[in-house]
């Protein structure tokens, strides 16, 4: 089995899926930039790190080689670009069947509680209309 996650930055979450798969699974970390990739003696044998940048097509050498994707926290990279084209450099990675797991934090489904916390809040949406980042969702579509 073969699994990427791109946007990896540390690798956290590789890390911790490495602690429950056979070290014949081969775990991929990319991210735009080497900065904040761990050290290679900190890496089980099966892990490995690589720069890539997901808004542009992927390298061939890794079209279809995954079996799963995994995506954590990308609502904040789209800035006004279209999410379609990950969604598409993802399927490009994924093997026949494979799957998708992307994790995203629902920023707008809170219970706010306390007067600093409101006024917070309150500030949050404009905030995010001046950046370009919308964490909107829409139940039920």
């Known amino acids: 089995m073969k699994i990427a996650e791109l946007g990896t930055g540390t690798g956290v979450w590789l890390f911790e899926v490495a602690k429950y798969l056979p070290l ?13 990739f761990p050290l290679k003696e900190q890496c ?10 997901s808004f542009v097509d992927p390298p061939t050498s890794l079209v279809v080689q995954y079996d799963v ?3 954590r926290m990308w609502t904040s ?3 006004n670009r279209d999410s379609g084209v990950i969604i598409h450099h993802v399927i490009e990675l994924l093997k ?7 994790e995203e934090a629902d920023l707008t489904h809170q219970v706010v509680v306390g007067e600093k916390a409101k006024q917070f809040e309150a ?8 950046v ?6 829409k139940l039920g579509t």
Do not use: A
């Not at 370009?132 to 969702?137: C, K, M, V």
């Open 24 to 36: 014949t699974t081969q775990l991929d970390g990319f991210d735009i930039s080497e900065e904040q």
């Open 44 to 53: 089980p044998s099966n892990l490995r790190f690589g720069i890539m940048d």
């Open 69 to 71: 994707v995994h995506l």
């Open 77 to 79: 990279n789209f800035r």
């Open 96 to 102: 026949p069947g494979g799957f998708i797991q992307w």
């Open 123 to 130: 500030g949050v949406d404009p905030l995010f209309d001046r």
């Open 132 to 137: 370009g980042l919308n964490y909107s969702i």
